[in-house]
Protein backbone atom coordinates (compact mmCIF):
# COMPACT_ATOMS: atom_id res chain seq x y z
CA UNK A 1 0.00 0.00 0.00
CA UNK A 2 2.25 3.07 -1.29
CA UNK A 3 1.96 6.38 1.48
CA UNK A 4 3.22 9.55 1.48
CA UNK A 5 3.45 11.80 4.25
CA UNK A 6 4.16 15.65 3.71
CA UNK A 7 4.86 17.21 6.92
CA UNK A 8 7.06 20.66 7.58
CA UNK A 9 4.74 23.40 6.56
CA UNK A 10 3.59 26.11 8.71
CA UNK A 11 3.49 30.05 9.30
CA UNK A 12 6.34 32.13 8.26
CA UNK A 13 7.38 35.73 7.35
CA UNK A 14 8.34 36.76 3.91
CA UNK A 15 11.72 36.05 3.50
CA UNK A 16 11.56 33.25 6.00
CA UNK A 17 12.56 29.69 5.06
CA UNK A 18 10.80 26.28 6.01
CA UNK A 19 11.83 22.62 4.83
CA UNK A 20 9.17 20.01 3.96
CA UNK A 21 9.76 16.47 4.62
CA UNK A 22 7.83 13.68 2.36
CA UNK A 23 8.15 9.96 3.62
CA UNK A 24 7.01 7.53 1.47
CA UNK A 25 6.25 4.24 1.87
CA UNK A 26 5.06 1.12 -0.18
CA UNK A 27 7.06 1.17 -2.72
CA UNK A 28 11.29 0.88 -3.35
CA UNK A 29 11.81 4.83 -3.02
CA UNK A 30 15.33 5.04 -4.80
CA UNK A 31 13.44 3.84 -7.84
CA UNK A 32 11.31 6.51 -8.45
CA UNK A 33 11.28 10.13 -9.31
CA UNK A 34 9.86 12.01 -7.14
CA UNK A 35 8.03 15.80 -7.49
CA UNK A 36 6.42 18.61 -5.15
CA UNK A 37 3.04 20.43 -6.13
CA UNK A 38 1.37 22.91 -4.46
CA UNK A 39 -2.37 24.20 -4.38
CA UNK A 40 -2.74 27.75 -3.79
CA UNK A 41 -5.41 28.67 -1.88
CA UNK A 42 -9.14 29.42 -3.61
CA UNK A 43 -7.46 27.25 -6.57
CA UNK A 44 -8.88 23.64 -7.20
CA UNK A 45 -5.47 22.85 -9.18
CA UNK A 46 -2.12 21.66 -8.43
CA UNK A 47 0.41 23.56 -9.20
CA UNK A 48 3.91 21.55 -10.35
CA UNK A 49 7.39 23.08 -8.21
CA UNK A 50 10.03 21.17 -8.68
CA UNK A 51 11.06 17.32 -9.83
CA UNK A 52 13.88 15.16 -9.03
CA UNK A 53 14.74 12.07 -10.92
CA UNK A 54 16.39 8.89 -9.97
CA UNK A 55 19.13 10.12 -11.82
CA UNK A 56 19.37 13.02 -9.95
CA UNK A 57 18.30 15.68 -12.25
CA UNK A 58 16.30 18.52 -11.18
CA UNK A 59 13.95 20.78 -12.41
CA UNK A 60 11.56 24.11 -10.89
CA UNK A 61 9.03 26.22 -11.68
CA UNK A 62 10.32 29.74 -12.84
CA UNK A 63 8.41 31.12 -10.31
CA UNK A 64 10.61 29.58 -7.16
CA UNK A 65 14.08 28.93 -9.19
CA UNK A 66 16.95 30.01 -7.21
CA UNK A 67 14.61 29.73 -3.90
CA UNK A 68 13.49 26.26 -3.78
CA UNK A 69 16.05 22.89 -3.40
CA UNK A 70 14.70 19.42 -3.75
CA UNK A 71 16.75 16.69 -2.65
CA UNK A 72 16.18 13.14 -1.60
CA UNK A 73 17.61 10.54 1.18
CA UNK A 74 16.66 6.89 0.07
CA UNK A 75 17.79 5.64 2.99
CA UNK A 76 15.30 7.23 4.70
CA UNK A 77 12.59 6.61 1.85
CA UNK A 78 12.38 10.66 2.20
CA UNK A 79 12.18 13.59 -0.21
CA UNK A 80 12.69 17.16 0.99
CA UNK A 81 12.05 21.07 -0.36
CA UNK A 82 14.08 23.52 0.86
CA UNK A 83 12.31 26.43 0.87
CA UNK A 84 14.23 29.29 1.22
CA UNK A 85 13.13 33.50 0.80
CA UNK A 86 9.69 32.95 0.59
CA UNK A 87 6.93 34.90 -0.72
CA UNK A 88 3.41 35.40 0.21
CA UNK A 89 2.33 33.92 -3.04
CA UNK A 90 4.22 30.68 -2.12
CA UNK A 91 1.27 30.24 0.66
CA UNK A 92 -0.16 27.10 -0.59
CA UNK A 93 -1.15 23.31 0.61
CA UNK A 94 2.31 21.53 -0.72
CA UNK A 95 2.06 17.83 -2.05
CA UNK A 96 4.77 15.35 -2.86
CA UNK A 97 4.19 12.72 -5.61
CA UNK A 98 5.96 9.23 -6.59
CA UNK A 99 5.86 7.38 -9.49
CA UNK A 100 2.15 5.70 -9.63
CA UNK A 101 0.39 8.75 -7.75
CA UNK A 102 -0.70 11.90 -8.14
CA UNK A 103 -1.12 15.36 -6.49
CA UNK A 104 -3.31 15.25 -3.53
CA UNK A 105 -2.08 11.76 -2.46
CA UNK A 106 -0.99 12.62 0.87
CA UNK A 107 -2.89 14.72 2.31
CA UNK A 108 -0.55 17.70 2.04
CA UNK A 109 1.06 19.96 4.43
CA UNK A 110 0.23 23.99 4.94
CA UNK A 111 2.46 26.76 4.08
CA UNK A 112 1.35 30.07 5.12
CA UNK A 113 3.97 33.05 3.93
CA UNK A 114 2.59 36.58 5.67
CA UNK A 115 3.90 39.97 4.28
Known amino acids: DLQLEESGGGSVQAGGSLRLSCRAS????????VAWYRQPPGNDACVLVS????????DYADSVKGRFTISRDNAKNTAYLQMNSLKPEDTAVYYC????????WGQGTQVTVSS
Open 97 to 104: AVDGTVCG
Open 51 to 58: TLTTDGVT
Open 26 to 33: GLIFADSG
